[in-house]
């Protein structure tokens, strides 16, 4: 059985954090986010990582997991550098922002053989979305053309700021019939949860809408629809500096276009992330009772692949 890769998408700019929230330490022996998903994917029998990240934040990554992975764990690089363009595309001047979470991973293509997942470098899902997910690509032959497991919306939220989500339905079969992504997400004391449209008026969502954080899994197929779509997007909007290339506009066209359909699965996990900076407490406390749980051991360090060294 073909195990599959895990690509983790941490080229952000964290603009809103203020800094590169990617290697922030939350852990007790300095873990990050990234190494608690490292960890639960191997569990959940990812047999690759590939990180997607930019040149600016090689250096320290690599000093982390030198220490923390060594040469154990199968993990290789991949880079999402904005001039990265489909033939006949030239950058356009000015560009600083990178091109989104659609062209990251385009830009692992050449690391992207087998079934994958994707997932954000700054969020945390928990080991059962990873078993989910994990399960989805391993179990379907062929493996499906792509996978999403959704979050209750409610359990996605900030307390110290707006969020954006992508708010999912699905049909009575289960695939997805849409993303609808919304920017400016809060939680509201009388509906659950609140978004704000583009007329500043704000809308109650339901706090258990099916909320894709980009944990999706696809099959190597997705590369080719994504060029498309991508060469699509640089006709229409590349010359919008701010312009980005997300992973739910691509499945949106492709599920429309009946190109392919994404099955949409479930976790039962609370989310948590580094959206600000005031998020990086709570994240600390998340994992404390993690650990005082026995979800995770006291020093990842020592147990990467769920058993002492």
């Known amino acids: 059985m073909t195990q599959p890769t895990l690509l983790i ?7 809103r954090y203020g800094g590169f929230k990617q290697i922030d330490p939350i852990g007790p ?16 029998g990812f047999g690759k990582i590939v990180i997607l990240i930019r040149p600016e934040i ?7 997991f030198e220490k923390t992975l060594g040469d ?30 659609a062209h990251a991973i385009w830009a692992a293509r050449q690391q992207l053989d087998t079934p994958f997942g994707v997932i ?14 994990h399960d989805a690509l391993v ?62 008026k704000w809308n109650p969502l339901a706090p258990d809408s099916i909320t894709s954080m980009n944990l999706w899994g696809f099959s190597p197929s997705i590369l080719a629809h994504l060029e498309t779509e991508f060469r699509k997007f640089l006709s229409g909007q590349g010359a919008d500096l ?36 005031e998020d990086r407490q709570l994240a600390v406390r998340a994992v404390q009772e993690l650990i005082s749980a026995k979800v995770y051991p006291q020093s990842l360090q020592c147990h990467r692949f769920g058993t002492a060294t």
């Open 29 to 44: 022996d300095g873990e990050i986010i990234i190494d608690y998903s490292i960890y639960d994917a191997l569990r959940a």
């Open 242 to 277: 701010k312009s980005e290339f997300f992973i739910p506009s691509a499945v949106n066209t492709l599920i429309t276009t009946g190109a392919g359909r994404c099955k949409v699965l479930k976790t039962p996990e609370q989310w948590f992330g580094m959206t600000y900076k």
């Open 9 to 15: 998408l941490a080229a952000g700019m964290g603009s």
């Open 120 to 133: 954000n470098a700054d969020d945390f899902y928990g080991p059962k979305s990873f078993q989910i997910l």
């Open 139 to 200: 179990e379907d032959q062929p493996p499906c053309d792509c996978c999403m497991v959704g979050f209750e919306l409610a359990k996605t939220l900030s307390l110290h700021g707006t969020v954006s989500r992508g708010i999912c339905r699905a049909d009575q079969d289960g695939y997805l019939s849409d993303v609808t992504e919304h920017t400016k997400i809060e939680p509201d004391a009388e509906h659950g949860a609140r978004t704000l449209d583009a007329e500043g």
């Open 72 to 101: 154990r764990t199968p993990l290789t690089y991949a880079y999402q550098n904005l001039d990265d363009l489909p033939d006949g595309f030239m950058l356009p001047a000015g560009r600083q922002k990178p091109w989104g979470t």
């Open 58 to 64: 090689e250096a320290p990554l690599r000093e982390h």
